[in-house]
């Protein structure tokens, strides 16, 4: 987990929000033999070949320490130029604006991120559904991509979240899954592809998943 890298590693962006050593391990482990980095530095993650966007927390707090580790010019031009994925809040971050904290995003997939509705937030039996929605549910695969090779349509990933995204073109949407209301949980973009789910943590299909990333040639 070291933070240098020569060019051409796997680069995890590190902006100081949850935890990043699971990922960093769920990668390390589908990607034998080549140099699997966390990092702060944006002239490493300038030199990634590919880069990994997680994160947890709050959008606001996320985007200003984007701000504050000088991150964000080196995030953008990966977004643009590189094999990018975006997990959970990685893949909020994105979108032009968010309802958490009423904040802009980075603005590279235009479209918004929306709270959970709360008066709609019932399951087929009219009970009352959490939110945060935390655990294991259904992600219906939209269309095809690269990053869903070798895993079937409806496979459950791990979830940890109270927003979602709602991207501006239909087209960009990759994978849906049902939690109150349907809402848009994989989206992807020329060289991305994000996921509001947490694959390092969605067992066999999550390391299909990053296998998948590591090997994809946008």
């Not at 966007?53 to 990966?78: H, K, N, S």
């Not at 959970?116 to 269309?143: C, I, Y």
């Not at 239909?170 to 949980?185: E, H, M, N, Q």
Request: glycine share 10%; with cysteine; charged share 20%.
């Amino acid at each position: 987990m070291a933070d240098k890298a020569p060019r051409g590693a796997i680069v995890v962006v590190d902006y100081g929000m949850g935890n990043l050593r699971s990922v960093w391990q769920a990668l390390v482990r589908v990607a034998p033999g080549r140099e699997v980095v966390v990092s702060a530095d944006p002239a490493v993650v300038a030199a990634a070949e590919r880069v990994v966007f997680p994160g947890q927390g709050a959008m606001p707090d996320c985007m200003r320490e984007i701000d504050a580790r000088g991150l964000r010019a080196a995030v953008l031009d990966a977004a643009r130029n590189k094999p990018f994925l975006g997990i959970c809040i990685g893949q909020q971050m994105l979108f032009e604006h968010s309802e958490e904290g009423d904040v802009a995003g980075l603005g590279v997939i235009a479209g918004r991120v929306r709270r959970f509705p709360a008066e709609r937030m019932l399951d087929g039996t009219g009970s009352r559904l959490k939110v945060p929605h935390m655990g294991w549910n259904e992600v219906r695969q939209a269309r095809e991509h690269g990053l869903w090779r070798g895993i079937a349509d409806g496979t459950r990933f791990y979830f940890v979240h109270s927003y979602f995204v709602a991207p501006s073109d239909p087209d960009c949407v990759v994978g849906t899954t049902d939690y109150g209301v349907l809402f848009t949980s994989a989206v992807a973009q020329d060289n991305i592809f994000a996921i509001q789910c947490h694959p390092e943590k969605s067992a066999t299909a999550g390391l299909a998943m990053l296998a998948n990333f590591v090997a994809w040639k946008p």
